[in-house]
């Protein structure tokens, strides 16, 4: 009498495979810094049970080869029977767990709640994409086998299969290092310069010397880059600072210099440094050396904040160094953002430096993420850092920055990660909503420093660190925004804030890795321009936009 036939199940996937599939599925549905979409969430839920699922295959397999066994044997039905049975009933609890810590979640960062069907829909599409990323794993273990089967005729089984991997593993990395890499890095690159050079009809080349890329500009119009134009063609009117501010105001001078301004990055700073100078910059109030993420993309309000308080009496100055978004470039060419940085900040202080100490305009430093990163570049340390300017504004930093790094590790005792109190608040301060400025309650010295960063910004706590060992800022306090159910798991919460990194610009403004009306109370801190008022700061933080992302 023939056996019965094995169940199509059994014989495609594994028990152990499975049943660590679930378990990472699971974990991809715990708590997390931001709100997810179905859809989002569904990716990442299948990504994270395909990899479990790849794990417990390869567990199963180096127990059977340091076993010297050619096969495991095969679970019986009742075990399978059972797992089904638990992940069933495991997938609907997540599901509701999930709903649970994302309405919560939603609720601290002011997003809408899911509907119901978001949260099944959300359940089913991480089946399906954990179905479909496992179904390509296996196709790799066919191609692993066939290699073997071809290997078996002059080798032994088991020299053969270790040898196959091998050269999967060989080829993949050739082909990573060498097809994938450069065809992928020259096909990111062309979709990203042509970007760049995209012209927008909403922003026309400027009629005016005090902006570059307009009359007698050094830097031609074409040659700033898409963000570049945005910048140099955006900002307030002069009737906007007029009317604001109830005196006539000037119009404020913007000097930029885009990546086919110059060749190199010193050259481009150079170019730039003599932008500022051709428009008269050095004759300004104020001067800001702004420090650009990837694409060359500035925060407007931190610019637009600055013309304001200033009535246009200012000079921004700044450069491009790649035409990569910040996430890719801090990935492929960080170092540029450091060189661009310390470059065009020692130009145009070499510049201020040139003049009498009494013409001298103030000096501040700003950034937001990638910029942060490279605006700390000149200083390496906060005495540097306030010996040599009037002041500095950084939002949204990274695990990379210098003197952040330096400044959260070394604070005061009591203080937390995600605010921290440095030398009692003497130079600088953190804040996460404008209210926090206040902290602490000592004197604040100048110049001051100030450094914006949201408890629930994926972008500020991201690092290598989060694999094995938990944050200061999950142990400590929380954040007003950080859900009390969020707990740290080794590599789970690393995988969860790096997922959460792809949505940080997703949520509201003063959540995530958002900033843009808080930057008003900032400056105002920061420079204490003369006649300015608490309430001018308010009038102004609706004004405050920033459409255009990093």
Same mark, same amino acid.
């Given at each position: 009498?023939?056996?019965?036939?094995?169940?199509?199940?059994?014989?495609?996937?594994?028990?152990?495979?499975?049943?660590?599939?679930?378990?990472?599925?699971?974990?991809?549905?715990?708590?997390?810094?931001?709100?997810?979409?179905?859809?989002?969430?569904? *990716? &990442? =839920?299948? +990504? #994270?049970?395909?990899?479990?699922?790849?794990?417990?295959? $390869?567990? !199963? @397999?180096?127990?059977?080869?340091?076993?010297?066994?050619?096969?495991?044997?095969?679970?019986?039905?009742?075990?399978?029977?059972? *797992? &089904? =049975?638990? +992940? #069933?009933?495991?997938?609907?609890?997540?599901?509701?767990? $999930?709903? !649970? @810590?994302?309405?919560?979640?939603?609720?601290?960062?002011?997003?809408?709640?899911?509907?119901?069907?978001?949260?099944?829909?959300?359940? &089913?599409?991480?089946?399906?994409?954990?179905?479909?990323?496992?179904?390509?794993?296996?196709? !790799?273990?066919?191609?692993?086998?066939?290699?073997?089967?071809?290997?078996?005729?002059?080798?032994?089984?088991?020299?053969?299969?270790?040898?196959?991997?091998?050269?999967?593993?060989?080829?993949?990395?050739?082909?990573?290092?060498?097809? !994938?890499?450069?065809?992928?890095?020259?096909?990111?690159?062309?979709?990203?310069?042509?970007?760049?050079?995209?012209?927008?009809?909403?922003?026309?080349?400027?009629?005016?010397?005090?902006?570059?890329?307009?009359?007698?500009?050094?830097?031609?119009?074409?040659?700033?880059?898409?963000?570049?134009?945005?910048?140099?063609?955006?900002?307030?009117?002069?009737?906007?600072?007029?009317?604001?501010?109830?005196?006539?105001?000037?119009?404020?001078?913007?000097?930029?210099?885009?990546?086919?301004?110059?060749?190199?990055?010193?050259?481009?700073?150079?170019?730039?440094?003599?932008?500022?100078?051709?428009?008269?910059?050095?004759?300004?109030?104020?001067?800001?050396?702004?420090?650009?993420?990837?694409?060359?993309?500035?925060?407007?309000?931190?610019?637009?904040?600055?013309?304001?308080?200033?009535?246009?009496?200012?000079?921004?100055?700044?450069?491009?160094?790649?035409?990569?978004?910040?996430?890719?470039?801090?990935?492929?060419?960080?170092?540029?953002?450091?060189?661009?940085?310390?470059?065009?900040?020692?130009?145009?202080?070499?510049?201020?430096?040139?003049?009498?100490?009494?013409?001298?305009?103030?000096?501040?430093?700003?950034?937001?993420?990638?910029?942060?990163?490279?605006?700390?570049?000149?200083?390496?340390?906060?005495?540097?850092?306030?010996?040599?300017?009037?002041?500095?504004?950084?939002?949204?930093?990274?695990?990379?920055?210098?003197?952040?790094?330096?400044?959260?590790?070394?604070?005061?005792?009591?203080?937390?990660?995600?605010?921290?109190?440095?030398?009692?608040?003497?130079?600088?301060?953190?804040?996460?909503?404008?209210?926090?400025?206040?902290?602490?309650?000592?004197?604040?010295?100048?110049?001051?420093?100030?450094?914006?960063?949201?408890?629930?910004?994926?972008?500020?706590?991201?690092?290598?660190?989060?694999?094995?060992?938990?944050?200061?800022?999950?142990?400590?306090?929380?954040?007003?925004?950080?859900?009390?159910?969020?707990?740290?798991?080794?590599?789970?919460?690393?995988?969860?804030?790096?997922?959460?990194?792809?949505?940080?610009?997703?949520?509201?403004?003063?959540?995530?890795?958002?900033?843009?009306?808080?930057?008003?109370?900032?400056?105002?801190?920061?420079?204490?321009?003369?006649?300015?008022?608490?309430?001018?700061?308010?009038?102004?933080?609706?004004?405050?936009?920033?459409?255009?992302?990093?």
């Amino acid at each position: 009498m023939a056996s019965p036939k094995t169940a199509w199940w059994v014989r495609h996937y594994t028990f152990t495979g499975t049943a660590v599939a679930l378990v990472f599925l699971w974990f991809s549905l715990t708590p997390s810094l931001l709100p997810r979409g179905p859809l989002f969430q569904g *990716l &990442v =839920s299948g +990504g #994270a049970g395909a990899f479990g699922y790849g794990l417990g295959v $390869f567990a !199963v @397999w180096l127990v059977r080869y340091m076993g010297s066994k050619d096969s495991s044997p095969p679970a019986p039905r009742w075990a399978w029977i059972a *797992l &089904v =049975s638990i +992940g #069933a009933v495991g997938q609907i609890l997540m599901i509701i767990y $999930f709903h !649970v @810590w994302q309405d919560e979640v939603r609720d601290l960062n002011g997003v809408p709640r899911l509907g119901f069907w978001a949260h099944p829909a959300c359940a &089913v599409l991480s089946i399906v994409f954990l179905f479909v990323l496992v179904e390509i794993g296996q196709q !790799v273990r066919r191609l692993v086998l066939f290699l073997a089967r071809q290997l078996n005729r002059v080798a032994p089984p088991r020299v053969s299969a270790v040898v196959a991997v091998l050269l999967l593993l060989a080829l993949t990395v050739a082909l990573l290092n060498g097809v !994938v890499v450069r065809v992928g890095m020259s096909t990111i690159n062309k979709t990203f310069a042509a970007a760049n050079d995209e012209t927008d009809p909403e922003f026309a080349a400027p009629t005016s010397p005090l902006r570059s890329g307009g009359p007698q500009s050094l830097a031609s119009w074409e040659s700033l880059g898409h963000q570049g134009r945005v910048f140099v063609a955006a900002g307030p009117s002069v009737d906007e600072m007029s009317e604001f501010n109830g005196r006539r105001a000037v119009e404020p001078i913007r000097a930029y210099a885009g990546l086919h301004s110059a060749e190199g990055i010193k050259a481009t700073a150079q170019l730039a440094a003599q932008e500022l100078r051709r428009t008269g910059g050095l004759d300004r109030a104020v001067v800001a050396v702004a420090t650009t993420t990837g694409t060359g993309w500035i925060n407007e309000a931190e610019a637009s904040a600055l013309e304001y308080m200033y009535n246009g009496d200012t000079a921004i100055v700044s450069m491009q160094y790649s035409f990569l978004p910040s996430w890719l470039s801090f990935l492929v060419d960080k170092e540029n953002a450091r060189q661009a940085g310390q470059a065009l900040f020692e130009a145009v202080d070499a510049m201020i430096r040139e003049m009498p100490e009494a013409r001298r305009p103030r000096l501040v430093v700003f950034g937001e993420s990638l910029g942060s990163f490279g605006g700390e570049a000149p200083f390496l340390a906060l005495n540097n850092l306030v010996a040599r300017t009037d002041g500095a504004l950084y939002s949204g930093p990274t695990f990379n920055n210098t003197i952040w790094t330096q400044l959260t590790r070394d604070r005061d005792e009591g203080s937390p990660m995600w605010l921290p109190i440095f030398d009692k608040g003497a130079n600088v301060r953190f804040a996460a909503r404008s209210d926090n400025l206040g902290r602490p309650a000592e004197v604040w010295g100048n110049p001051r420093v100030v450094y914006l960063q949201h408890a629930s910004d994926p972008i500020a706590w991201w690092n290598p660190d989060l694999l094995f060992a938990e944050p200061d800022w999950l142990k400590e306090p929380r954040g007003y925004d950080l859900s009390g159910r969020m707990q740290w798991i080794p590599v789970v919460t690393f995988l969860q804030v790096s997922a959460d990194m792809a949505v940080a610009v997703d949520v509201p403004d003063g959540h995530g890795h958002v900033y843009v009306k808080d930057v008003a109370n900032a400056w105002a801190a920061i420079l204490e321009p003369p006649g300015w008022t608490p309430q001018k700061t308010e009038k102004l933080r609706p004004l405050l936009s920033n459409d255009e992302s990093a």
